[in-house]
């Protein structure tokens, strides 16, 4: 019996080391199983993070590339970026940066265009589209990078502004009597030249007024807004500045009723510039304060511009000779055409005595000769909806004689058209009680007995200063 006990005492024994080495396998195993889950849950989250850190670069790629399309809508050609960074905020943040080649023509087909040494295009050549290639970067592990590239090609139209005067001329204006220019919103309609200038009628200009020289008001000559001139300033008679009166580099001499309705700030001496509610200046006098020259515009060129217009939704109808252009312009059955007759050759275009041109749509002339209205002409809406119209003389017109002018004789009047009359050499309007709106650019400006219209700036296809481009997009892909 007690064998028995002893020999099952040693089987338990024995059983005891098994369980042993069961229990340490099995240890063993859980342990070689709890690594390879460990390292495959690490893996699976590096990968992870990876595929995240690819997806948000290609996302950071594309921001790159909207904000470029957002920024050319309001670049000049001079503030077009040759590269553009930006950063994204996130857990992972995120970079972008993008490189822009510029090309003159589209397709893009040549050289591309050289960018200045300050990171912008600059210079006057507009292009015409653009190559983009955007990087996206995302940090993983706050050292290694993970990049995405995203390829944009587009097609560049450069937006023309407004043209900003009511009236521009570059030469001395010549001014008569009883002229008056209202402001489209409030007293927004400016006068410019750029050379010295003598307001010896009536004038009465609801804005401001811009001299390159001297200005001499008499009589009963008046602006709602400021004067401000380059040189010395006289004023006489009933003239009067509503507002401001201010002379770069000159002096103001203030005789008779002339009367400054605000501040005159000049940069030598005012004379007769009494101030007080009973004096010439209702406000203060500022002398021996030489200010920077009043704006400068260049007088603008003006060249024709086939793709603009079309692409701005105008019908060229092209001529060479004045007569044919004539006879299509006073034919009914072309009012709504919304047509630019481009004119070639020098001709004079003559429109006779008591002729309405009825339009329901708009209408341009763009010649290199010359436009002449006898007395009694009428150009006016056929619908009761307003429409632009353009008078332009191109900038490669001689001049000589009177190639390049537009006349408007007495009482040519616009009857609900906007217009834009431009001319390198002489604009003239005669006697014209219009309701128009609109403007007119000269070399000389001569403005007759009676002139009246409001302000309205007008957008020129393919003229102007450019303002910004409209991208159209070509292809967007992912490369490299």
Request: charged letters at 10%.
């Amino acid at each position: 019996m007690s064998t028995l006990l002893s020999r099952a005492r040693v089987a338990r024994r024995g059983e005891g080391g098994f369980a042993m080495v069961t229990v340490l396998l099995s240890i063993t195993v859980m342990a070689l199983l709890g690594t390879v889950v460990t390292q495959l849950s690490m893996h699976t989250t590096e990968r992870s993070v990876h595929d995240r850190a690819r997806t948000q670069a290609v996302h950071a790629a594309e921001a790159g590339l909207d904000a470029m399309l957002v920024g050319f809508e309001s670049a000049t050609t001079s503030t077009l970026p040759c590269n553009l960074n930006g950063t994204l905020s996130g857990d992972q943040p995120a970079t972008w940066s993008v490189a822009i080649t510029y090309y003159a023509s589209y397709p893009l087909v040549g050289s591309p265009m050289t960018c200045g040494t300050n990171g912008y295009l600059g210079g006057t050549t507009s292009p015409r589209g653009a190559q983009l290639v955007s990087t996206g970067s995302v940090a993983t592990n706050g050292t290694v990078a993970v990049e995405r590239h995203m390829q944009m090609q587009v097609q560049l139209t450069p937006v023309h502004g407004a043209f900003n005067k009511a009236i521009f001329s570059d030469s001395a204006p010549v001014i008569n009597n009883s002229v008056t220019i209202y402001g489209e919103n409030g007293n927004d309609a400016d006068f410019l030249t750029n050379a010295n200038w003598t307001c010896s009628q009536s004038l009465m200009i609801y804005g401001s007024i811009y001299v390159q020289g001297t200005a001499n008001l008499q009589n009963s000559c008046r602006s709602a807004v400021d004067l401000w001139a380059r040189d010395s300033i006289t004023m006489s008679s009933t003239s009067r500045i509503d507002h401001d009166v201010k002379s770069s580099t000159g002096s103001l001499t203030m005789t008779q009723s002339s009367s400054v309705g605000n501040n005159a700030v000049v940069a030598t001496t005012c004379s007769g510039c009494t101030t007080g509610s009973s004096g010439r200046v209702r406000g203060s006098v500022t002398t021996g304060h030489v200010q920077s020259a009043p704006p400068t515009p260049v007088f603008p060129d003006m060249a024709f511009d086939a793709a603009a217009w079309t692409s701005a939704g105008w019908t060229i109808r092209y001529f060479t000779d004045c007569t044919t252009a004539r006879t299509w312009l006073t034919t009914a059955a072309n009012s709504a055409t919304k047509a630019v007759l481009r004119i070639t050759g020098g001709c004079t275009l003559s429109i006779s005595q008591n002729t309405t041109i009825t339009r329901t749509a708009g209408l341009a002339i763009f010649t290199d000769g010359e436009i002449e209205t006898a007395n009694n002409t009428l150009i006016k809406s056929g619908d009761g909806t307003w429409h632009d119209l353009y008078l332009i003389v191109e900038s490669a017109a001689s001049c000589a004689g009177t190639d390049g002018r537009i006349t408007m004789s007495n009482q040519t009047s616009f009857d609900r058209m906007y217009f834009f009359v431009y001319s390198p050499c002489r604009s003239t309007f005669g006697q014209n009680n219009s309701t128009a709106r609109g403007q007119i650019y000269g070399e000389v400006v001569a403005a007759a007995n009676n002139l009246t219209f409001t302000f309205h700036p007008m957008l020129v296809p393919g003229a102007g200063d450019v303002t910004g481009y409209t991208a159209g997009t070509a292809f967007v892909r992912e490369i490299g």
